[in-house]
């Protein structure tokens, strides 16, 4: 608990990296995906002596390149300073498991760059076979960078063996996790299909010549479906892999349930469209076709990293670091001594504002309490935001926290704190008996009353059970 905390009120910090890297990735398995598409088709055209087609082709490159490389990685260093921001315990220990594979992925991040500008600017004068070659560099350098990442994000749902046994902790036995091959599939499959979807939009819109059109419709439709089996495939092993809280969480919660509702069917809608379409009928690639066919495509992919994101709860990296920036083996300690003492940030900003409860820098806990009410609130508060905000929004907001407490009695409120555990998708309270005095205190300030205009059964509790079922004789 070393680092600040970023407080976004609301939408809560994590809900930042799920935007950007949901858009993030949108571009990057195209970059994938495209690359390949390019590399193939570049070839095919070249042994066709398809004049028309090539020339398609170095559009669509140009259209690639200032995608992926400009908007990806704007994206991607996007995602490296939200998760730093919102999440620093977590990127911390991200980059010291992984330090080698980060390297490895600069390395192949360059290939891909130079060989993009190469194949782009270049285009006609090189010799058709070293154009070619170089377009399989870049696709091959896009694709192990997919390989690479994917063994970290991995890592963060199913840390495997790495977080049971010490011995085993190295870089292969965190990057071979359990989720490491089937997410791997998945996402070469979801860069072949999002690659199609894409090229179809792009070709659409700019092919008016019907021959040209119908090749590319027919010609990109076999990677999209292999892309759609693989997803499917990759998908089912990535269900078989989760630890158990995350299946249990998937299954349970409503919002889970909904957005793999989303990411299923949406996946079938473009399955069934691409066999319609494309495969069966080229013709039918009009921009209207194309776009609703690219629309579900992107639902079925935000859906879906969405639902990786939000199932490792309580865990940012499972097994490795919680939520609320609380390593496991940190808890026993804070609970101990404090939440406000094990954090320095908190630890500060109370022995500047009240400097009557600390003594040799420590906080004392039975001291807090004798606080004047106002002032307990406040210490509350400042607990909340760095135990609970990753998660809940304070009154308004992304799951806040004052509606989903609604109505209940302080005791209640109390043992919600002292038992948040009992919840598997929250972490175990991370401080003192005290400090969750304080923590209800100020949660009973933002709690919501129940709503008006519905029955009220407990409030009379048996006898008006009684009373109904009397009336009702
Ligand atoms: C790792 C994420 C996480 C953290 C941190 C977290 N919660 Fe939760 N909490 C959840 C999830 C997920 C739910 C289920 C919410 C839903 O179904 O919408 C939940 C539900 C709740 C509920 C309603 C259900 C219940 O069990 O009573 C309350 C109240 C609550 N949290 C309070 C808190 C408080 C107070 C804190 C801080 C001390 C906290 N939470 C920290 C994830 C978290």
Known sequence: MHYPWWYVPHLTAPMLIAVVSVVHVLVSHYAVGGGLFLAVETGHAYRTRDREYLDYLHGHAAFFILL??????????????????????A????????????????????????SAFIFLYYWGRLSENKHIAIGW?????????????????????????????????????????????????????????????????HTSIFIRGERLRNLIASRSARPALLGAIMIATGG???????????????V???????????????????????????????????????????????????????VREAIRKPYVIHNVVLS?????????????????????WPRAFIAERFPQVTADDRIDNKILLELPSKDRILVGEVI??????????ARLGYSAVGPLLQNRSREQVLATVLHLNDNYSMPPWCGTKEE?????????????????????????????ANEESGGKK
Request: glycine content about 10%; hydrophobic content about 50%.
């Open 252 to 306: 349970s919660s409503a919002v889970m349930n909904v957005f793999t509702g989303v990411l299923l069917s949406s996946t079938l809608v473009v399955l069934v469209m691409i066999i319609l379409g494309p495969y069966l009928n080229p013709g039918w690639l009009s921009p209207g076709f194309a776009g609703l066919l690219c629309l579900f495509g992107v639902a079925a992919f935000a859906a879906g990293e969405f």
């Open 68 to 89: 992926t490389v400009v908007f990806g990685a704007i994206t991607g260093v996007g995602i490296w300073w939200t998760i730093g921001l919102s999440s620093p315990l």
């Open 137 to 201: 560099i870049y696709a091959t350098a896009a694709w192990i960078s997919l390989v690479l990442i994917t063994g970290i994000t991995a890592f963060m749902l199913n840390s495997g063996r790495w977080a049971m046994d010490p011995a085993a902790q190295n870089f292969w036995s965190a990057f071979f996790n359990p989720q490491f091959i089937p997410q791997t599939v998945a996402r070469t499959g979801g860069a072949l299909l999002l690659g199609s979807l894409y090229v179809y939009l």
């Open 91 to 114: 990127t911390e220990t991200l980059i010291r498991t992984f330090v080698f594979g980060w390297a490895t992925e600069w390395v192949f991040f360059v290939i891909e760059l130079v």
């Open 384 to 393: 909340y935001q760095h135990h609970c905000n990753d998660c809940h929004a």
């Open 436 to 464: 969750a005095e304080l923590l209800a205190d100020y949660l009973t300030t933002i709690m919501l009353p129940r709503p008006a205009g519905i029955r009220p059964w407990e409030k009379s509790g048996s006898d008006s």
């Open 236 to 250: 089912v092993a990535w269900y078989l892999f989760l630890p158990e809280a995350a299946q249990a969480t998937l």
């Open 324 to 344: 609320n920036q609380v390593l496991p083996e940190q808890v026993a300690e804070l609970q101990k001594n404090g939440y406000l003492n094990g954090g320095v």
